[in-house]
T-cell receptor, first 111, second 113 residues
Framework: QKEVEQNSGPLSVPEGAIASLNCTYS??????FFWYRQYSGKSPELIMS????GDKEDGRFTAQLNKASQYVSLLIRDSQPSDSATYLC???????????FGPGTSLSVIP | EAQVTQNPRYLITVTGKKLTVTCSQN?????MSWYRQDPGLGLRQIYY???????DKGDVPEGYKVSRKEKRNFPLILESPSPNQTSLYFC????????????FGPGTRLTVL
């Protein structure tokens, strides 16, 4: 079982819709979770971090964490074409204190 | 401007020809890493360094070497490149091992023929 899993996509949503990106992880003791955005040909940049169960909102982005289900998600409200990118889920794995990245989900926002 | 720089950005080489990819950061960060990114596999850590003269293997260290003689620089060395090392490489830094946000360089696209 891979440590951090994401649907590879591509996920296509119309402009203005809510995009929902999902990530599951295997290490039950993990405490820190991150979402990075990566535009084609560019380097990843951190957009959200979340450490406790529940929702965390930052502008149009909401990260949701459910540790019991080992599940973290990213919602993008009012999606814009500029949100078209690959979104990487990253988890700090407690057992060996390292950040593991998922394979990424490609998002395409259609005007 | 705070940044991580890498050189070269693009490189095409042949099997067995030694090469070095440089990485430099100007943020006085202690922790630096090298990743490779391949389709469907995401970012995989090659090596990391927690401080000057302290380096350790990541998940995929075979065929790579690193050094950390100065805090700002963390070069990646391929002594004898092979085609399976064709990949997109990223250098990253963060203030310390327990600091979560990583700052990535622009990437180096390497092709080994």
């Amino acid at each position: 079982q891979k440590e951090v899993e994401q649907n590879s996509g591509p996920l296509s949503v119309p402009e203005g819709a809510i995009a929902s990106l999902n990530c599951t992880y295997s290490d039950r003791g993990s405490q820190s979770f991150f979402w990075y955005r990566q535009y084609s040909g560019k380097s990843p940049e951190l957009i959200m971090s979340i450490y406790s169960n529940g929702d965390k909102e930052d502008g149009r982005f909401t990260a949701q964490l459910n540790k019991a289900s080992q599940y973290v998600s990213l919602l993008i409200r009012d999606s814009q074409p500029s949100d078209s990118a690959t979104y990487l889920c990253a988890v700090r794995v407690t057992s060996y204190d390292k950040v593991i990245f998922g394979p990424g989900t490609s998002l395409s926002v259609i005007p | 401007e705070a940044q991580v720089t890498q050189n070269p950005r693009y490189l095409i080489t042949v099997t067995g020809k030694k090469l070095t990819v440089t990485c430099s950061q100007n943020m006085n960060h202690e922790y630096m890493s090298w990743y490779r990114q391949d389709p469907g596999l995401g970012l995989r850590q090659i090596y990391y360094s927690m401080n000057v003269e302290v380096t350790d293997k990541g998940d995929v260290p075979e065929g790579y070497k690193v050094s950390r003689k100065e805090k700002r620089n963390f070069p990646l060395i391929l002594e004898s490149p092979s085609p399976n090392q064709t990949s997109l490489y990223f250098c990253a830094s963060n203030p310390g091992a327990d600091q979560n946000e990583q700052f990535f360089g622009p990437g180096t696209r390497l092709t080994v023929l």
